[in-house]
C-alpha cells in the first residue's frame, strides 16, 4: 500500500465507484473516469462514503472523463465497465496505454481479452502491457446513490488469467496486493466460461419481465430466482460446463461456484441462492434496459452458444434465451454480441 502508486478504475458504475472507493481507502491514488463530461459533473465531489463491508469516507483523487489523464502513470488499470462497452473503452484507452501498464477486465466476461485485444491492434496501440481478466467481479456491490458505494462482500475466490499465460504471475503479485482472493486460473478460456453471470442475470430478467417494466421493489437473487427459474438456470449451466468441457476445460458449476465465492450451502442451486447473505440485499433492476440483458447476453451467452456451434454441443436453453431477448428488445442479439464473425472459435479447440 503506498499513496504514490496510483491505480485506475475504468467505469463509474455500482462497480467501478466501489471499486475506486476502496483502493481510496487502502491508501492508492485512484483517478476513476466516466465515459460523459456530464456523468462527471454529476458527483457532488471527491469525497466518497463507503458502507458494508466498511463503513468509511475516502477521497477520489481524479474523477474525470479524459482517459489519457486518468491512465497516465497508473500501474494497475481496473477496467469494470460492463463488458459490451470493452471495445469503446479499449479504442479510448490504445492512444494512451503505455509500456509495462497492467490492465485488467474485472471481469473479462466470455473471451473478454480476445476481443479487448483486437480494438487495441485496431487502434494502432503498440503497448507492451500485460492484459489479463477475472472470472467475475471482485466485489457484491451496489451504489444507490452517486459517491456512496455500499459493499456487501468480497468474495472469496476470484480467478485472473493472463492474456498471455507468460504474465500469470506478475499479474497475480499485482493483484494479491490489493486482495488476497485472486487466483491464478489455467488460461482465458477458464476464466471465460466460468462467466457465471450469464446463468444468474439474463432469465430471471426474462422470466421476471413484467416486475421489472412496472419498476417494483423486490430482491432480484432470492425473490426473482424463484424454485422453477432455479431449475431452468440449472439446465443452462449444464450446456455452459458442457461447451466448456469441449474446449478441455474443467469448470465449475454454479453450484460448485457459490460454495467456492461465498460459502454457500443447500440441497439444489435454489437453496443456495437462499442461503447466500450477500444476495440477500440486493435488489432487482427498475429499468428493461440493464447490464444483466445487455452485458451478459452479448458477451456470455452469445459467445458461449457460438463456442458450443463449432464444437458440435447443443445450447438449446441459451439458444432459446438469445432468441426470445431479441424477441423481447426489437434487436439481434446474436448479430451484435461476441460471435463467430468476431472470434475464430474452432481455432481454440483442442
Excluded at 27 to 39: S, T
Excluded at 76 to 93: D, E
Excluded at 319 to 327: C, F, H, P, V, Y
Aim: proline residues 4%.
Amino acid at each position: 500500500m503506498s499513496m504514490d502508486k496510483k491505480i485506475a478504475v475504468i467505469s463509474s458504475g455500482n462497480g467501478g465507484q466501489s471499486m475506486a472507493a476502496y483502493f481510496s481507502y487502502m491508501g492508492y491514488k485512484v483517478a476513476l473516469y466516466a465515459r460523459e463530461a456530464e456523468r462527471v459533473d454529476m458527483f457532488p465531489g471527491n469525497r466518497f462514503t463507503i458502507s458494508g463491508v466498511v463503513d468509511c469516507e475516502a477521497d477520489i483523487d481524479l474523477i474525470s472523463s479524459d482517459m489519457g489523464e486518468v491512465v497516465k502513470d497508473a500501474y494497475l488499470i481496473m477496467v469494470t465497465t460492463p463488458a459490451q462497452y470493452h471495445p469503446i473503452v479499449a479504442r479510448a484507452m490504445a492512444p494512451h496505454l503505455v509500456d509495462g501498464q497492467t490492465v485488467v477486465l474485472n471481469p473479462g466476461r466470455t473471451f473478454g481479452t480476445f476481443a479487448f485485444t483486437k480494438v487495441l491492434a485496431e487502434w494502432g496501440c503498440s503497448a507492451d502491457v500485460m492484459l489479463g481478466e477475472t472470472d467475475t467481479f471482485t466485489l457484491t456491490c451496489r451504489c444507490p446513490e452517486l459517491g456512496k458505494p455500499i459493499i456487501y462482500a468480497i468474495k472469496d475466490n476470484v480467478r485472473l488469467a493472463a492474456h498471455d499465460p507468460r504474465h500469470g504471475k506478475a499479474m497475480l503479485d499485482t493483484l494479491h496486493e490489493l486482495f488476497k482472493v485472486y487466483s491464478l486460473a489455467e488460461s482465458i478460456l477458464y476464466t471465460g466460461f466460468t462467466n457465471i453471470g450469464m446463468i444468474f442475470h439474463p432469465m430471471p430478467i426474462l422470466m421476471n419481465i413484467t416486475r421489472v417494466e412496472a419498476k417494483e421493489d423486490f430482491m432480484f437473487y432470492t425473490q426473482g430466482i424463484s424454485p422453477l427459474v432455479a431449475s431452468i438456470l440449472e439446465k443452462m449451466d449444464v450446456e455452459r460446463v458442457s461447451v466448456a468441457n469441449a474446449y478441455g476445460v474443467a469448470v465449475p458449476t454454479a453450484r460448485q461456484w457459490l460454495a467456492e465465492c461465498y460459502g454457500s450451502r443447500g440441497d439444489s442451486l435454489y437453496e443456495q441462492i437462499q442461503n447466500t447473505e450477500a444476495y440477500k440485499a440486493v435488489t432487482a433492476p427498475t429499468d428493461i434496459d440493464t447490464r444483466y440483458i445487455f452485458e451478459d447476453v452479448l458477451t456470455g451467452c452469445v459467445p458461449t452458444s457460438c463456442a458450443g456451434k463449432a464444437a458440435g454441443v447443443a445450447t438449446p436453453v441459451m439458444d432459446t434465451l438469445i432468441s426470445w431477448a431479441s424477441t423481447l428488445y426489437g434487436r439481434d442479439f446474436h448479430a451484435e454480441g461476441r460471435n463467430e464473425a468476431l472470434i475464430d472459435f474452432k481455432s481454440f479447440l483442442q
